[in-house]
């Protein structure tokens, strides 16, 4: 939820400050939007307990990092992939964390 925060932060002010180079661009608008999606996905991940809908929310949140990463390079927006460079440590640290409680929670059943 971090990294998405900063994401959020990053992308609000390339959109909207004028003379940063793309502010009011769709591409700045995309990438705005993408991480509003990434932080309400990332709230809602510890809500379910269900694996499938779990990892599920967990890879779109991955697949959401590395696009809007790869939008930053194309806008040359370098704290925005610095920002989903800390978002991924955060999606690989929530995945990896369910699946090893999960592995031991089954283990005491």
Same mark, same amino acid.
């Given at each position: 939820m971090v990294g998405a925060a900063l994401g959020i932060a990053v992308a609000a002010y390339y959109y909207f400050?004028?003379?940063t180079g793309v502010n009011g661009t769709i591409g700045a608008g995309l990438v705005l939007f993408s991480t509003v999606a990434m932080l309400i996905a990332a709230a809602l991940m510890p809500?379910?307990? +269900?694996?499938? $809908?779990?990892?599920?929310?967990?890879l779109l949140c991955l697949l959401d990092v590395f696009l809007t990463a790869l939008a930053g390079y194309f806008l040359h927006e370098w704290l925005l992939i610095a920002a989903m460079v800390v978002a991924l440590v955060g999606v690989i640290r929530a995945i990896s964390r369910f +699946?090893? $409680?999960?592995?031991?929670?089954g283990a005491r059943v």
């Open positions: 400050v004028p003379l809500l379910f307990s +269900s694996k499938a $809908i779990y990892m599920t929310l967990g +699946s090893v $409680i999960h592995r031991h929670q």
